[in-house]
Structures are given as C-alpha cells and as structure tokens.
C-alpha cells in the first residue's frame, strides 16, 4: 500500500512538471506517453529508480518467511504483529499461487498455549508435544466438541487451568509452537480422529496409547464412547 501511495504521489509531481496528466497518469508507469518522457529525461530517470524500487519490494516480499515470523509472534505473545504476518503470509499465498496451507494466528496461539500447559516440560518429546495438540483438533474436527481451537481449549471442565492466571501468564515454548505449526499445516502422530481424549485417567471406550514420565505420570490417549460419530471422519468427511 505505501509504495503504490509512493508511485502515484511521486508521478502526480511529474506529470505537473510536464504541463499536466490525466489521472490515468498515476496508476503506473508503464502508461506515461512515450514522447513525454522522451522529451523529459529526469522523468525516465525517476521512473526507472521507482520501478527498481518497486521489483526490490516485491523480491523481499517474496522472500519473507511470514510464518517464521508468526511463530516467533506467538512465543513472544506479540499478538498484532502475529496477525499481521498472517495476513500477509495469506495474501503471499494467494498471489504467489503457493501450495502452501494458511494457518490462523489465534488457532496457532491457543494450541501452542495448550500443548505448553499441558506438555511444555523441556524433557517430554516432540510427538508426545503433537499428540497433546492433535487431540485438541480431534475435537474441533469431532461433532461431540465445539467447532474451534479456543471454544475447544477453554470448554468447562476439559482443559485444566486454561480459563485461570496461570495458563495466560504462560508464554508458549518454542517446540510447541513448532508441534502446533506441524499440526495446523496436516502432520499428524495419532492419525485417528476418534481419539479424543488426553488425561492422566483411563476415558471413553478405550486406550489408544498409555505414555509414562517419571515426573508427569501416566497420561492417557484415549478413544471416543461413540466410535460410530468417526467414521465419515475417517473418509475425510467434515463434521
């Protein structure tokens, strides 16, 4: 937005100096008349450095790395910058025609808050951090939960804390960023959407898979009561 605010200011001034434009004048450079500018060489001149300018911005936009800069957001809880390297990172995607899925900076921000609360410690591994968030989006995805990240994460009586000082006083770890990252772009550990349930007691219909830390405990992976709710999931239905 600036530097197109630039171009049309700066080729208004000139074409004043050639005796008067159109406004059509302004919308690029391109459509100045050939002769005008011949007769004008500190015009050409001015474009061209424009022009220059213009091809450098559009290079460093290209090679911005928006969601590098959005996770480093999301660990500082710099939440406006989050946003607008997302927006960006969604309008780069779009023009660029990347392949490239487009993640939500707050979906970003409440997983990698829970994987922290619930998974942060230094020790515990990557998949034991992703299995934690793959739960939560098991749930957004699932008809027997609410359909977002934070309606999922601060659901009563579900996630523990995540409504108190303490779960927003925490800044999200590094690595779980990443965990949520690897999620919301389709990595998966679990790669089934039936389980549902991640706590230090046995729930629903039965254990997928039982971790043990010497310090945590024993956590629990566990599977939905209604198995049947999961099935077109597994077809890659949504709910």
Excluded at 56 to 79: Q, S
Excluded at 204 to 224: A, I, K, N, P, R
């Amino acid at each position: 937005m600036k530097k197109t605010i630039r171009l049309s200011a700066l080729l208004l001034a000139l074409c004043a100096c050639l005796g008067g434009c159109t406004m059509a004048f302004a919308e690029r450079a391109d459509k100045l008349p050939a002769a005008a500018a011949e007769s004008q060489p500190e015009v050409t001149a001015a474009l061209e450095k424009l022009s220059a300018e213009e091809d450098g911005n559009d290079v460093e936009y290209a090679e911005t790395n928006y969601l590098e800069e959005m996770m480093e957001c999301c660990a500082a809880k710099d939440m406006e910058s989050g946003w607008t390297a997302c927006s960006l990172r969604n309008e780069k995607i779009d023009r660029l025609g990347l392949e490239e899925k487009k993640i939500g900076f707050d979906e970003l921000y409440e997983l990698s808050m829970v994987i922290t609360s619930e998974a942060g410690s230094a020790w515990l591994p990557m998949d034991w951090k992703m299995m934690v968030g793959e739960v939560v989006l098991n749930r957004v995805a699932s008809p027997e939960f609410p359909d977002t990240v934070y309606e999922v994460v601060h659901q009563a009586g579900q996630y523990y804390g995540a409504n108190g000082s303490r779960f927003q006083k925490l800044f999200p770890g590094e690595e779980c960023v990443e965990a949520a990252v690897r999620l919301l772009s389709g990595e998966r550990v679990i790669n089934d959407p039936s389980v549902v349930f991640q706590s230090n007691s046995k729930q629903g219909s039965g254990v997928y898979m039982t971790l043990y830390d010497e310090t945590l405990g024993y956590t629990y992976f566990c599977h939905s009561s209604h198995l049947e709710y999961y099935e077109p999931l597994k077809g890659g239905e949504d709910k």
